[in-house]
């Protein structure tokens, strides 16, 4: 079985803080972790995301994510905030064994950054 | 440019009524998903696709099926549709090699 967690439902901070989204999963195996962007009434956007190698990862819009084994954690981090990051943020898993490709998410966070 | 499509975008329906949502794909891309969301839920798989005729329950497939017979298209079908299935339905595709899933924009269906 594969789940992901996201403990905070809301997120909000100032504009020009540091922001860092929490997301931790439980899976048996290796894991493909990824975090997508939800602006309201849309769809989802890729951000990042995590195969193998390097455990800190660059992606779109100025995020960036660790991942620890130790914690079987993935958090998404940006700084500075701005108020256009302001949306809902989506932890994602994807099972590594036995072409299983199903792809597990969080409840989500919903970020919001006042100016 | 990639991009999943989703038809309708939005969706009115009677309770009991036969529901068809459609997704396609140009990317020729094998594995498709098809997922709900919900208020404070996440989303949740309904079913996922591996290629044509190659389809696999998700967490959720009651009350749906599933129908792929060419790569691009993937269906989602509601029989005597319920209304706690009134929902945003996304649909997402992505290759073997662990790309990022690619969505649709999603329907959105209410089922009164």
């Known amino acids: 079985a594969q789940s992901v967690d996201q403990p905070d439902a809301h997120v909000t901070l100032s504009e020009g803080a540091s922001l860092e989204l929490r997301c931790s999963y439980s899976y048996s195996a290796a894991p493909y972790l990824f975090w997508y962007v939800q602006y309201p009434g849309q769809s989802l956007q890729f951000l990042l995301k995590y195969i193998t190698g390097d455990t800190v990862v660059k992606g779109t819009k100025g995020f960036e994510a660790e991942f620890r084994k130790s914690n079987s954690s993935f958090n998404l981090k940006k700084s500075p905030a701005h108020w256009s990051d302001s949306a809902k943020y989506f932890c994602?898993?994807?099972?590594?064994?036995?072409?299983?490709?199903?792809?597990?998410f969080g409840q989500g966070t919903v970020l919001s950054v006042i100016p | 440019d990639m991009k999943v499509t989703q038809m309708p975008r939005y969706l009115i329906k009677r309770m009991g009524e036969n529901v068809l949502l459609e997704c396609g794909q140009d990317m020729s891309h094998e594995t498709m998903y098809w997922y709900r969301q919900d208020p404070g839920l996440g989303l949740q798989l309904i079913y996922i696709?591996?290629?044509?005729?190659?389809?696999s329950e998700g967490d959720i497939p009651k009350g749906y099926r599933v129908s792929r017979k060419k790569r691009e298209h993937f269906s989602l079908i509601l029989d005597s549709a319920k209304t706690n299935q009134t929902s945003v339905y996304f649909c997402?595709?992505?290759?073997?090699?662990?790309?990022?899933?690619?969505f649709g924009e999603g329907t959105r269906l209410s089922v009164l």
């Open positions: 997402a595709s992505t290759p073997r090699d662990r790309q990022a899933p690619l």
């Open positions: 994602a898993l994807e099972g590594s064994t036995g072409g299983n490709n199903k792809l597990t």
């Open positions: 696709s591996y290629d044509v005729d190659s389809n």
